[in-house]
């Protein structure tokens, strides 16, 4: 009828169809942002948490004269590794442990403990901290001259393994 005004049936379906089509669309797209994101996120929190031993242990190793790899029977606590040197400028004495500790998942935790004695041999300083979380393993194996750090860590999903090679500082 000429002069009646409004959609057909057809146009509306149409418009509907088109309308929903695009609907989805956006919400798949939203979907995939928001799990992306997510994704990105444990890997971050991963990779940080393997940067982090790498950091300390590294920065540790370098000024070290001896290092001892495995648990110490003749203490309470369960270490990864324990580092032992001396300032030669004033004398005092530097002992650092790193130290496992379970978390409430399958995963550790690892902390830096370090003990600082003067040159006579008082305790002037004893810290704890921690270092990294969901550490799944960590290794440090000697090589000719050097050592080789590996760490595996988890955050979720995600997993992270990290390499470090650390020198041995010349002996003087």
């Not at 369960?78 to 030669?88: A, N, P, Q, S, Y």
């Not at 530097?94 to 004695?117: F, G, I, M, P």
């Not at 000697?142 to 500082?169: A, G």
């Amino acid at each position: 009828m000429k002069g009646e005004k409004g959609y057909s049936l057809v146009e509306i379906l149409i418009a509907v169809s088109v309308s929903a089509m695009l609907a989805v669309g956006a919400g798949m797209t939203t979907a995939q942002i928001f799990r992306s994101s997510r994704q990105n996120s444990d890997w971050n929190t991963a990779l940080r948490q393997a940067q982090s031993v790498g950091y300390w242990v590294t920065q540790d190793a370098l000024t070290v004269s001896t290092i001892d790899i495995g648990d110490d029977p003749e203490t309470t606590e369960v270490e990864f590794i324990t580092l032992f040197w001396k300032d030669w400028e004033n004398g005092y004495t530097y002992d650092t442990r790193y130290l496992w500790s379970d978390s409430a998942d399958s995963l550790k935790k690892l902390e830096r403990n370090q003990v600082v004695h003067d040159s006579v041999g008082v305790e002037i300083s004893n810290t704890t901290a921690l270092i990294a979380d969901n550490i799944y393993s960590a290794t440090l194996t000697p090589q000719t001259d050097s050592w080789r750090l590996t760490v595996e860590t988890h955050s979720r999903d995600k997993s992270v393994t990290r390499e470090y090679e650390i020198s041995q500082r010349l002996q003087e």
